[in-house]
């Protein structure tokens, strides 16, 4: 090859490959080649300049530093970079209550943002509503007790009123009376009563919760208590309503939430939610990202039903980390595990212990592709300044690292 084609070579191979080696001096270049030298020093800039801009929309970080005037590379990503730090001041502005918010560009991710906005729009005026439609039932109630009392008899909710001085029953109506025949209800709720009535006011209003046995089943009633005048007397009422149903299904709805429902191990939300709790708490703790190796490969080429089968290979493999840590599933091919009182390097070992396994027993289970996992770990301390950002992002790019240091090992 041509000394100067050799060199021209050498230059661009070095900034793909091996940047800090990459120096061009076109001053050193025969004259005839010296402005295509100049040329390809600004294409090679406008390269660095997009991958920098690309890594930083990765990182979420959406104000990064601007290109340089006339980079004809990254015109798409500087368009992309716009278009998300728009969004996401929209996103703020729907956050505020601002539900009059319309995305018009991201095609499917648009009309799913928008479609979210006007359900929201359309259930706050409807809680508004049905907030005064309450009102205006509860004034019209109030205006005769002899109505009051016959409506209550046939109310589902438990009502009980009481002399605020004597605790002489003033009102129950029927469905109550079946609390008050089992005995230790009876007492827990007559004991809760005495209770309530010393810290509520002659003009006060006040929520609280119980719980009470009810034909011989627990129950759990939200409890509006309100002081009002029984004729000349007064009086507070305790209005019970049944919410065993409603915790039931806000606690099959919480576990739906704390875990992912395919492997079983923690869902990113939970993640999430321990992991600024641990941060905030300033404890010590080691912070991992495992990334599936070959996963889109799997899929392809044996079908989502063996990569499925893969993900939970994975999923119970790094559930043997340690008896307290946390294994979250990011989504994908993604996890995220959460230990306390480990140190980075005997993390790191425990890691790579756990993969050498996998890669073991996958050659039994299925030896048509490599079962491995790339990981990274960074310990954080109990006086750590970082944010929560910055440490995702470091844990992920260490993870990458290890990545494309045994590319060559996914090969073999």
Not at 5 to 34: G, S, T, V
Not at 199 to 228: H, M, T, W
Not at 315 to 344: P, T
Request: hydrophobic share 40%; charged share 30%; aromatic share 10%.
């Amino acid at each position: 090859m041509d000394p100067v084609a050799q060199r021209l070579f050498d230059y661009l191979k070095n900034a793909l490959y091996n940047p800090a080696e990459a120096h061009l001096d076109p001053k050193d270049i025969p004259e005839e080649f010296r402005d295509f030298a100049k040329g390809l020093l600004y294409y090679v800039q406008s390269v660095r300049e997009a991958s920098i801009l690309a890594a930083d929309i990765a990182r979420g970080d959406l104000d990064t530093r601007p290109l340089t005037t006339g980079n004809e590379v990254a015109p798409g990503l500087k368009s992309l970079q716009a278009t998300l730090r728009h969004l996401t001041w929209q996103t703020q502005q729907i956050a505020k209550g601002d539900y009059q918010q319309r995305i018009n560009f991201m095609g499917d991710f648009s009309e799913a943002i928008n479609n979210m906005v006007v359900q929201l729009d359309w259930r706050q005026k409807a809680l508004e509503e049905e907030i005064r439609a309450g009102i205006r039932k509860s004034q019209a109630l109030a205006l005769n007790l002899g109505v009051l009392e016959d409506i209550t008899r046939q109310m589902p909710q438990l009502v009980l009123v009481l002399d605020v001085h004597s605790k002489e029953k003033l009102f129950q109506n029927h469905p109550i009376e079946r609390v008050l025949q089992d005995r230790t209800s009876a007492e827990k709720l007559f004991a809760w009563i005495e209770d309530s009535l010393t810290s509520i006011g002659s003009d006060e209003r006040s929520e609280k919760e119980i719980e009470l046995i009810s034909e011989g089943n627990f129950q759990f009633f939200a409890v509006d208590i309100r002081a009002l005048k029984w004729g000349s007397q007064d009086a507070a009422a305790f209005i019970f309503t049944d919410q065993t149903q409603t915790r039931r299904a806000m606690a099959s709805l919480q576990e739906i939430a704390n875990y992912d429902q395919q492997t079983g191990v923690y869902s990113r939300h939970f993640g999430m939610l321990t992991l600024n709790k641990w941060l905030d708490h300033k404890q010590d703790f080691v912070l991992c990202f495992a990334d599936m190796d070959s996963l889109k490969y799997v899929n392809d080429v044996f079908g989502h039903n063996e990569g499925d089968r893969y993900i939970l290979e994975v999923a119970s493999l790094l559930r043997l980390f340690s008896e307290g840590a946390f294994v979250c599933r990011l989504g994908g091919d993604e996890f995220m595990l959460l230990a306390k009182d480990w140190e980075q390097e005997a993390a790191e070992q425990r890691l790579e212990e756990l993969r050498c396994d996998l890669i073991k027993t996958g050659k039994e289970i299925e030896p048509r592709y490599r079962h491995s996992v790339s990981y990274g770990v960074i310990k954080v301390d109990a006086d750590n300044k970082m944010p929560l950002s910055d440490l995702l992002g470091l844990a992920d790019e260490r993870m990458y690292h290890y990545k494309k240091a045994h590319k060559a090992e996914r090969r073999n």
